[in-house]
């Protein structure tokens, strides 16, 4: 992958063009690194099976060389309609967003869409488990944050609300997620804890 | 999308190379299409929530044109590590792969991949209820079969034996899935009534 400026990058750094800030500032790689990680160790020790989803891209051209690999000549990032991560653990539906950021007072809502508070909510009513997962990379702190918290601030912003959740907010309705030896984001851990 | 002779088709019809033979042929589209249909349908009416995850692709290169959205130049189709879909069903977790094949007599095993099993596995063994939807499309049937069912016939084929479930293996073990106005493809009736 390459930078207007010849930069190459990381291929891993591809996002869409939404997320184009996070890609130059680095920001958000490496909660995501992180969970694929932690998420790692789960399978491997099969305690859960949780899976990033791949980035949504719509395909306009693809070339078929002889001889070898289809290569996609034109395509676009599409927004997702989901949340990034879902999988099982201990027969739960597991669905949740994972979000960084450099703010250290509040976590800006301007982080999720309102497709991702739709798809949230339908699978909160269908008895999932699911949450943000929310880094406050200068704090260094990762917060455990129940979707159904995160609701109730979406739906005050709609009604011309703060549009940010407040870190005291986050602290006090969500859990420090714990880091450990290759698990550097345990949110299970939180869910054993506080929603089994 | 463009074929190699110029010709324009859907842009739906993007799959990884392995798959090529079935975007000329246009077969697993008609499944692919008809599952999508019936997932929305039980999602609008608050059913079940169960996407399709999107075609994982490695970027290589991105451009950013100033003012417009950015352009994936470069990108290749990879092997997915999961099965297609997943998601949540009266507090399950659901997870299955569908295939279509115009054989008349049986299953080609050809059409499952190890990984797939290896996370079929993984999931049944947390809990899921874990399936594949087998199309014969020359037949116009489509069955539910059990993945419990699908690893004994993968373990036998390791060990030397058929390549393929045979048709009446299917009927025996799996269930015929009825097809209904809006829900082309009603796997959730078989599930009601033979795995919750």
Redesign the interface.
Known sequence: ????NGKKVS?NA?K??VF?ETIYSNRGMTLEEDINETNDFY?DS?K??I?K????????????PKRS??????????Q???TDY????????I?FEAKETRNKTSFPLSNIHQHQID?MK??V????ICFLIIRFSVLQETYYYPAEKLFIYWEKQLNGGRKSIPLDAVKKEGYIIPIQFHIKVDYLSVIDKYCI
Chains 1, 2 share one sequence.
Do not use: C, L, W
Request: no cysteine; net charge positive.
């Open positions: 992958m390459h930078y207007p291929v591809a869409p063009s184009r399978k099969n859960a099976i899976h989803k791949p980035v949504p891209v719509q395909i306009v051209q693809v070339d078929y690999a289809a290569v996609i000549k034109e395509a676009y990032f599409k997702a309609s989901t879902n999988g099982i653990y201990k027969g739960k539906y669905d798809h339908q699978v009513s269908h008895g999932a």
